[in-house]
């Protein structure tokens, strides 16, 4: 069901200098920020040639981000997304199947304009997993 992996989610502290860091020692191509103030997120995308990071840092009072850099003060992995072609079929299987869908059930629209859900870590061997509908 799942198919290409779309980004990997870094939680920083800092993230111009998470972008610096990207552009300048690691030589990648680095986005513009955004902010998604529906998902508490301010971000930044990375382009590789074969999948995208996205840097992720808190915006606003009740941020997602906020509590998980509070444990991982220098940054971590915080979540990996999946495309899917039907993003509500794909909850669907994935309910049945005993996996708990973060929030109201319902998509959001994510970072690239496109329907998003989460999905417990502890029901997927304590990685936060996001589906995009591709
Ligand atoms: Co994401």
């Known amino acids: 069901m799942i198919g290409r992996l779309n980004h990997v989610a870094i939680a920083v502290p800092d993230l111009e200098a998470a972008a610096a860091q990207y552009s300048g020692a690691l030589g990648a191509k680095v986005g513009a ?12 995308f990375i382009e590789l040639p074969n999948t995208k990071i996205e840097l992720l840092h808190p915006l606003g009072e009740g941020s997602p981000i906020a509590g998980f850099l509070e444990k991982n003060p220098s940054g971590g992995i915080h979540h990996i997304c ?7 079929a794909a909850r ?4 049945a199947e005993g996996a708990r869908v973060l929030g109201s059930g319902e998509p959001k629209i994510g970072a690239h304009g496109k329907p998003v859900l989460f999905l417990h870590p502890k029901d997927f061997t304590g990685t936060l997993i996001e589906l995009e509908q591709a």
Do not use: A, N, S
């Open 82 to 88: 999946y495309e899917v072609d039907d993003i509500l």
């Open 92 to 95: 669907d299987r994935l309910q």
């Open 33 to 44: 920020v955004q902010d998604e103030p529906e998902h508490g997120v301010r971000v930044i």
